[in-house]
């Protein structure tokens, strides 16, 4: 369900809670963030080791399959794409700073 300015409140869910699997894309969650993923492009292998594990699909790729720059508005900086990174491209900083 995509929520807009004409949704009744009726169907709105508890809290905005998303229910149901795949709509991500829906909505522009990138402002639930409080850290921030930052790519070092420099220190990037192309090793494919982030994009898959990123569960709101904000690391997209490039034609060819390499990575290019997250996608803040989906981003929620849960940080497992800096975990999984073994080369460092990847850093989490506060939101902000």
């Known amino acids: 369900m995509a929520i807009d300015n004409n949704t009744p409140a009726s169907e709105l869910t508890i809290g905005g809670n998303i229910y149901t699997a795949g709509n991500a894309r829906e909505f522009k ?12 492009s420099e220190k ?4 494919g080791l982030c ?3 990123c569960p709101d699909d904000a690391i997209p790729l490039n034609s060819d399959g390499t990575r ?9 900086g849960c ?13 989490m900083k506060e939101e902000g700073e």
């Open 29 to 40: 969650t990138g402002d639930w963030r409080s850290c921030k993923p930052i790519f070092d």
């Open 44 to 47: 990037c292998k192309q090793c």
């Open 79 to 91: 940080g497992v794409c800096a975990k999984v990174c073994p080369f460092g491209a990847i850093t």
């Open 51 to 53: 994009f898959p594990v």
């Open 68 to 76: 290019k720059e997250f996608d803040y508005d989906y981003c929620k």
